[in-house]
């Protein structure tokens, strides 16, 4: 418990009686078994307060009560978070402490002892806890924190209600710091029991002092350490005080006009400050003023400045604010002095001399008056009469009158009147005029051109008009007949007089006037007038016609009206002729009477008389006046109008040219008035829409456009104008070009060798030239293109190539192109086709075909043929017609173009029943021709041929040859040389074993060399190539170039005693070599001749499912296209032998027979053929085979030797056959198969 609690025993007295609670008795001493007892205490809400009880026998069980409440035992107190049991309960301490208390704790408490061993049931005292509640606000009307407004001197109720509390607060209402002792005050129930609030009312009368203080409302409570307060602010409204005027200086409402007056009106006090307000005779003249809340003061100063009519205004200033029960005033009456505002002379300072000048001196209103006086120059004048006046604004006005006699000595003298006054001492007030004594000028004279000079129009002349003396001075005024000289004051309007002004010079005056003569000048008198004198001038001039006329009888013309026209000079002088002309052509016309003239000059009429047509609109018909003095001529002419109905005129396009896809434009030349009203043009019937299309449009001259032209729109077009007078009409042709289109061409065109042929195209073009067909042969050589030989015809639309005894040569694709100078140019092929006999391939007299004939090989037998159309082919062997339909006889023919092939496969070749002679035969429907092919056994190569040089260095040497027949089996090369200045031969394999070509190496520079070369196989050597002939070389030295030789070395021998003995030594070497070794290795030789045979025939064993070992043995043939192939006897030295074994040959056979698709042609390295081969390459179209599903017309290279079918297109016949049993992987030593044991034929 607090120890500021015990000090409000009083109050707390004061509180438990009010509440009507009895205090119970507390004994004086402790009971028995109590060492400490609870008291009465009292504690402000949300404080923290502990009850005391202190128990002799500790181990009893002890609990409170709270008004009869038993709290329990235990120490934490359920239901009562607030509320718990401290001390030690070992020691008897079982205090009850409670948190924050609110009102719900103000209750009687007492402490409670339970029965025990040690002692009975004790009860402590009861005693009360009081909880004040302190009040937490209070609320005052009028509102507290606001500013409250009162108006002083009337009584106000003030109320002020305080919130729950206990015990009820004490409340006191402050004014300005004084209590207010007349509060009725009610105390009522709070919001709960035993809570009160406390109502107080006050009646409160503010004065002006008390405006801006606080009214404040407290309220104390034991509870409270201080009171709490409530307050507003008071906002007392009252009148201000009288408003001052403060008058700058001495004299208060006197000032002078023109003064600049400062005012301030001020008003002291008042809530709030005074509104200011200065007033003129009653007027509001300000209504601004400012304040100063700081020293309570309003002001407002009146700036004016001070005029005449201000005198005698009353200026005042008012005060009042909205609690004033009037305004209050203060003013002030104006007197203002002002000088007079001018000085006025009446009448006029201008007289003849000797004569009396009267004049009136005038001043405007002044306060006070003003006294006048005259001066001329320096000498004052007396007044005949003087005046005074009352004026404006309380002012007078003051009048003096003079009169004098003007001489001319005081001419330009200055006469003045003065007005002054003591109350204007600084001022001068003062009007001044020039005394003007007129009198005339002297002399008066023009200079210019002497009278009767004949002037020119457009002369320029320049009259001077001269006067001496004279006050004014001589005004110079120009007359031109009876009216004044003026210049142009319009801009647009050419200047043709110029009037200076007057000029002085001492005392001659002159005025100059330069004009350009007129018409309207001649005879005109020119006058100069100054006052009463003049002088005067007339002028001479000639001019041309002023205006020449033309008047017709009619407006409107039509073809064939007579027109007259008459043409008027209105004035000219000296007089014209008159003269007619029409573009050019001079008319006869007829002269008309006199007529008068303007400006005194002569008149001219004369009239012709026309007869129009339609080429006379808008042609000029010229009137000319011609004036021979002056050598000048005037002209009008007059337009002819004709009507007359369209027409069109010689320059009309007949015919317009047009390029298909581009624009047209028929441009029309058409005349006619009024013009064409409309132009409408059809085409075939149908009339073109005026509108415009898709295509069309027509312009606003006629012209009709068109756009992206077709050759649909050829034609004629006809065009229809028509005006008011009629119609006409005219026929265009549009004539549209096109690029040329091949509508003809016959694909292919055929002719027998020797015959003749048109090669015909035919187009569809516009326009047709006659040069415009051109003709291209398609080939890669230049000298196939050629086409010296053939005529080209040309006729209209047609144009032919004419082929006169047709040659194989000519065979092949052409081109027709026809450029008509319209892009693109056409372009056609054709394909001519020579047809012709067949012609068979004889690469030697009698070709050889090796195989084995032990009845498990096959072999295949190549024939083929060049021909037009296809060819058949037929077998037959030893003469006799091979019956295809044996199994083992299987023919495939290919076609391609205009070569033709047969294959032959023959199976299980039999040496008795097949070693023979086959005779291939091709036959078509304009001959035939036939080849033999010799079927052998295997044998040994053939000796290689052609061996020569390729190129040559210091080191090596490149060699190439041609191989012989292979004998069925793979053949090897060797190469063997010397080098002459070291005896022994050297041998080289060449790698890979079945190249011709070779490079031998490890030669040494600036040496002779001789070479040969020899094939092998499984069954033996070759003899040396060409015969045995030696191949003698010489390397270049080291300076010397390498490159190919410049001469073919020989491979043949020479003639010449050095070549005789070499071929007996080097057989006697060879004999002695091979005597003395054979006893020694001739076992070996022949194991191994069997080891490379066994290799050999395994190979082709193992190789059988894979490629055909049947070989065609050829010899090039050196027959031409003229030569007749049955008698084809070349011997083996004129031919050069070249054979081709079948094992590079691997045609494929197609899934059909003659289903043939060629990807690529025949190649050779050796063409001699009788016809060039690309010629037939789009036979094939012509001449199909049967079941043909390749291209058609693919490139064929007509080699003879080089037949390689597409691997794609046919199936490999290796795999027709299945293999023979006889066939083993391996070959005993001991066992020779039977081909190899000799030959049967």
């Known amino acids: 418990m607090a120890p500021g609690t015990l000090l409000r025993a009083p109050l707390l007295l004061l509180e438990l009686l009010t509440a009507g609670l009895a205090q119970l008795a507390i004994p004086a001493s402790v009971p028995r078994g109590f060492w400490a007892l609870p008291k009465n205490l009292t504690v402000v809400e949300g404080a923290s307060v502990e009850l005391q009880c202190g128990v002799s026998t500790p181990g009893s069980a002890v609990q409170w009560a709270k008004d009869g409440l038993l709290l329990g035992p235990d120490p934490r107190i359920p239901g009562f978070p607030r509320y718990r049991l401290e001390g030690d309960p070992a020691k008897g301490e079982f205090h009850l402490h409670i948190e924050a208390c609110d009102l719900s704790d103000d209750a009687q408490y007492e402490c409670q002892v339970g029965r025990s061993e040690t002692g009975p049931e004790l009860l402590s005292p009861r005693v009360i806890l009081s909880i004040l509640v302190p009040p937490k606000v209070l609320q005052l009307t009028p509102e507290a924190g606001t500013l409250v407004t009162w108006v002083a001197g009337q009584e106000y109720v003030v109320s002020c209600v305080s919130g729950d509390a206990k015990p009820a607060p004490d409340i006191t209402i402050l004014l300005n710091g004084q209590t207010i002792f007349d509060i009725s005050a009610n105390v009522n129930e709070g919001s709960q029991q035993k809570l009160f609030t406390v109502e107080a009312t006050a009646r409160v009368t503010p004065q002006s002092s008390d405006n801006g203080q606080l009214l404040v409302c407290e309220a104390s409570s034991p509870a409270l350490d201080a009171p709490i307060k409530a307050s507003f602010t008071m906002n007392v409204l009252f009148p201000p005080g009288p408003p001052v005027i403060e008058w700058p200086g001495q004299d208060e409402g006197h000032v002078r006009a023109g003064q600049s007056l400062e005012l301030p009106c001020v008003a002291r006090g008042g809530n709030p400050l005074a509104t200011l307000q200065w007033l003129k005779n009653g007027q509001p003249v300000s209504t601004a003023w400012g304040t100063e809340h700081t020293q309570a003061v309003a002001r407002s100063v009146l700036v004016m400045t001070v005029r005449p009519e201000h005198h005698g205004a009353r200026l005042s200033c008012e005060a009042h604010n909205s609690v004033s029960a009037g305004t209050q005033e203060r003013g002030i009456t104006l007197q203002v002095t002002f000088p007079p505002s001018a000085i006025i002379i009446l009448g006029s300072a201008s007289q003849a001399e000797n004569k009396n000048v009267t004049l009136s001196c005038v001043s405007k209103s002044s306060r006070p008056r003003v006294l006048l006086r005259w001066w001329l120059g320096w000498r004052q004048l007396l007044p005949t009469e003087e005046t005074v006046m009352d004026g404006l604004h309380g002012g007078h006005i003051s009048m003096s009158n003079l009169t004098f006699l003007a001489r001319r000595e005081d001419n330009g003298l200055t006469l003045t009147c003065e007005a002054f006054s003591e109350a204007f001492t600084k001022d001068t007030f003062k009007k001044s005029l020039t005394l003007n004594v007129k009198y005339p000028a002297q002399k008066l004279w023009i200079e210019g051109p002497p009278e009767g000079q004949k002037l020119r129009a457009g002369t320029r002349v320049r009259l001077v008009c001269l006067a001496v003396g004279g006050n004014p001075e001589p005004s110079l005024t120009w007359y031109k007949d009876s009216r004044t000289v003026t210049e142009s004051r319009l801009p647009q309007e050419p200047r043709r007089v110029q009037l200076s002004s007057v000029e002085k010079s001492g005392s001659t005056f002159s005025r100059e006037l330069v ?68 573009e ?17 000059g002569s008149a001219a009429a004369r009239s012709v008389l026309l007869l129009v047509s339609s080429r006379d609109h808008g042609h000029r018909v010229t009137c000319r006046a011609h004036s021979a003095e002056l050598r000048e001529t005037v002209s009008s002419f007059y337009r002819l109008n004709v009507l007359y109905r369209p027409e069109f005129l010689g320059e009309q396009v007949l015919v317009v040219t047009a390029v298909e896809q581009g624009e047209a434009l028929l441009p029309v030349s058409v005349s006619a008035n009024p013009a064409p009203e409309a132009f409408n043009w059809t085409f075939r019937g149908y009339r073109l829409s005026p509108a415009g299309g898709p295509r069309h449009r027509i312009l606003s001259s006629g012209a009709l456009q068109l756009w992206n032209v077709t050759r649909a729109d050829d034609g004629l077009y006809q065009l229809h104008c028509q005006n008011s007078e009629g119609t006409a009409e005219a026929l265009v042709r549009l004539d549209v070009h096109y690029a040329p289109t091949i509508r003809a061409l016959q694909d292919p065109t055929e002719v027998n060798i020797g015959g003749s042929v ?31 030989d053939m005529e080209k015809i040309s006729k209209g639309p047609t144009g032919r190539l004419r082929i006169h005894h047709a040659k194989l040569a000519q065979a092949g694709a052409y081109q027709c192109i026809v450029d008509n100078g319209v892009a693109p140019p056409a372009r056609g092929l054709v394909r001519l086709v020579v047809r012709f006999a067949p012609q068979v391939e004889h690469p030697t007299p009698l ?68 070693y023979a002679l086959f005779t291939c035969t091709a036959t078509n429907p304009l001959g035939s021709d036939h080849t033999n092919i010799q079927l052998v056994s295997i044998s040994r190569p053939d000796p290689p041929s052609g061996l020569k040089v390729m190129n040559l260095t210091p080191h090596s040497v490149g060699l190439e040859w041609k191989p012989g027949f292979d004998g069925g089996l793979p ?64 390397t270049p030295g080291l300076d010397q170039p390498s490159g190919e030789p410049e001469d073919q070395l020989p491979t043949e021998p020479t003639a010449g005693p050095s070549g005789l003995p070499l071929l007996p030594v080097l057989l006697a070497a060879a004999g002695l070599l091979l005597l003395s070794n054979a006893s020694c290795v001739g076992g070996l030789l022949w194991q191994r001749r069997l080891r490379l045979l066994a290799e050999g025939i395994s190979e082709k064993t193992e190789a059988g499912s894979e490629e055909d070992r049947v070989k065609n043995e050829y010899k090039e043939s050196q027959w031409t296209g003229e030569r007749d192939t049955q008698s084809s006897t070349a011997s083996t030295m004129e031919a050069e032998p070249y054979y081709r074994s079948l094992r590079d040959f691997r045609p494929q056979l197609p899934p059909m027979q003659e289903e043939v698709s060629y990807s690529q042609g025949f190649t050779g390295e050796d063409e001699d053929m009788a016809f060039p081969g690309h010629l037939y390459d789009e036979v094939e179209r012509t001449y199909p085979p049967s079941g043909a599903c390749g291209p058609l017309y693919d490139e064929v290279q007509m080699g003879p030797w080089d037949l390689l079918w597409p691997e794609d297109t046919y199936q490999d016949p290796r795999g027709i056959y299945d293999q023979v049993a006889g066939d083993s992987d391996t070959l005993e030593l001991d066992s020779l198969p039977f081909e190899l044991r000799g030959h049967l034929v």
């Open 584 to 600: 050019g052509e001079r008319l006869e016309g007829v002269a008309a009477p006199p007529r008068s003239a303007p400006f005194k």
């Open 847 to 914: 070709t050889k075909v090796a195989a084995a004939g032990d009845s498990t090989s096959s072999a295949t037998l190549h024939c083929r043929a060049r021909g037009v159309p296809n060819i058949v082919f037929t077998w037959t062997k030893n003469g006799i017609p091979l019956d295809l339909q044996d199994p083992r006889y299987t023919e495939h023919t290919y076609h391609q173009g205009g070569v033709h092939s047969s294959l032959l496969t023959i199976a299980n070749v039999s040496a008795a029943q097949d």
């Open 515 to 582: 004009l350009v003569t007129g018409p309207s000048d001649n005879q005109a008198k020119f006058t100069c007038k100054a006052g009463q004198l003049s002088a005067s001038t007339k002028l001479a001039v000639q001019f041309p016609p002023t205006n020449v006329t033309i008047l017709a009888n009619a407006s409107a013309l039509r073809p064939g009206d007579a027109l007259n026209l008459t043409c008027i000079s209105v004035s000219s002088n000296p007089p014209v002729n008159l003269s007619w002309d029409k």
């Open 758 to 788: 048109d090669i015909v195209c035919t187009v569809d073009a516009n326009p047709i030239l006659p040069g415009m067909f051109s003709w291209e042969r398609l080939g890669e050589d230049e000298e196939d293109q050629s086409l010296d």
């Open 971 to 1034: 053949q090897r090369f060797r190469i063997r040389y010397e080098a002459l200045e070291t005896p022994g031969f050297h041998y080289v394999d060449v790698l890979p074993p079945q190249a011709t070509t070779f490079t031998l190496t490890g030669l040494q520079p600036s040496t002779r060399y001789r070479v040969w070369l020899l094939a092998s196989n499984a069954l033996g050597d070759s003899g040396l190539a060409d015969k045995g002939t030696q191949l003698p070389i010489t």
